[in-house]
């Protein structure tokens, strides 16, 4: 007799024990549920809050916590849409490659990066400053620089594809600076042969400017 009441009363305290704990991960999963719930109603808001500046759609994967991204739509590109892919104007060419594959730098937040290379025969004698022709808003370099931009220009030879991200001489790094070469062309003689070489110009817009 007193073995059997021995076995119930271990058994009701494993249940009661089982129980407890059951109860507890049923919470701690019905909090992690809000804590999600409560994530997704805060991208949703920040979508709203025209985190793509009009130019792309909204978009925060289920599958990667806390990440939200635009897709940008037409000519425009950047974390939220903020730049213009014919902002460089009516002679360069917009690099839309940001990052440099070779050595990894980076255009900083608030310049673009732009070029011409072997293929615009026609400004290949051209200086650096009058390639910035026809920008929205400044017009020409004497605008920009009015405006508080500034650009900065740099040599390097074509990788394999078209762009200062590809081209060798660390192109990104060194053009991303105010006031760098500035006049130069991109015939300079044998140490950059027009037929090889990308001339990277690197442009810091007053209006995409963050205040600290």
């Known amino acids: 007799m007193a073995r059997t009441v021995m076995f119930f009363l271990v058994v009701g305290l494993f249940a009661a024990a089982w ?16 804590l999600l719930d409560d994530l997704d109603a805060n991208r949703r808001l920040q979508c709203r809050r025209n985190r793509c500046n009009d130019h792309g759609r909204c978009v925060f994967p289920k599958a990667r916590a806390g990440v939200i991204r635009c897709a940008c739509e037409g000519r425009y590109s950047g974390n939220n849409c903020e730049i213009d892919d014919s902002v460089c104007g009516n002679i360069l060419h917009f690099s839309p490659d940001r990052t440099d594959v070779n050595t990894g730098a980076s255009v900083p937040a608030g310049w673009i990066m732009c070029y011409i290379d072997e293929n615009d025969v026609a400004q290949h004698s051209t200086p650096c400053r009058n390639l ?81």
């Open 132 to 212: 910035l022709a026809g920008l929205p808003i400044y017009g020409s370099y004497t605008g920009l620089l009015d405006a508080g931009g500034n650009f900065g220009c740099w040599h390097g030879q074509s990788g394999s594809q078209s762009g200062p991200a590809y081209a060798g001489n660390d192109v990104i790094l060194a053009a991303c600076r105010n006031a760098i070469q500035q006049t130069s062309v991109l015939a300079i003689g044998s140490w950059a042969p027009p037929a090889t070489t990308t001339l990277g110009v690197c442009i810091k817009l007053p209006h995409l400017q963050v205040e600290a």
């Open 19 to 34: 129980t407890e704990v059951d109860s507890m991960g049923n919470g701690n999963m019905k909090k992690a549920g809000r």
